[in-house]
Nanobody, 120 residues
Framework: QGQLVESGGGMVQAGGSLRLSCAASGRTFSSYAMGWFRQAPGKEREFVGAIGWSDGSAFYVDSVKGRFAISRDSAKNTVYLQMNSLKPEDTAVYYC?????????????WGQGTQVTVSS
């Protein structure tokens, strides 16, 4: 059974930065895509971006392009979400997820989420 555990959330002022981590364990995720999602209070969960574990190619939703960057460290089985120039509207619980690369199946693995709060 695979497991994803996020960490690194917290409170930061607008314009600041945070780096979230997603530690993967329990199975091999080398052929998976790793995604980041977020859910703000009263809103649906939204896709933020994703990275292919094998080739490192990443893509993002327009609202975070140029501010957020996803990377992975295969030696540590960890995926990162670097968030810069944070805005109050980035406040949300952030989740990482995994599914087979190239698949359109539902994201089958989810972490428990980590809270990010951006104050104005």
């Amino acid at each position: 059974q695979g497991q994803l555990v996020e960490s690194g959330g917290g409170m930061v002022q607008a314009g600041g930065s945070l780096r979230l981590s997603c530690a993967a364990s329990g199975r091999t995720f080398s052929s998976y895509a790793m995604g980041w999602f977020r859910q703000a209070p009263g809103k649906e969960r939204e896709f933020v971006g994703a990275i292919g574990w094998s080739d490192g190619s990443a893509f993002y939703v327009d609202s975070v392009k140029g501010r957020f960057a996803i990377s992975r460290d295969s030696a540590k089985n960890t995926v990162y979400l670097q968030m810069n120039s944070l805005k109050p509207e980035d406040t949300a619980v952030y989740y990482c997820a995994a599914r087979p690369a190239g698949s359109y199946d539902p994201w089958g693995y989810w972490g428990q989420g980590t809270q990010v709060t951006v104050s104005s």
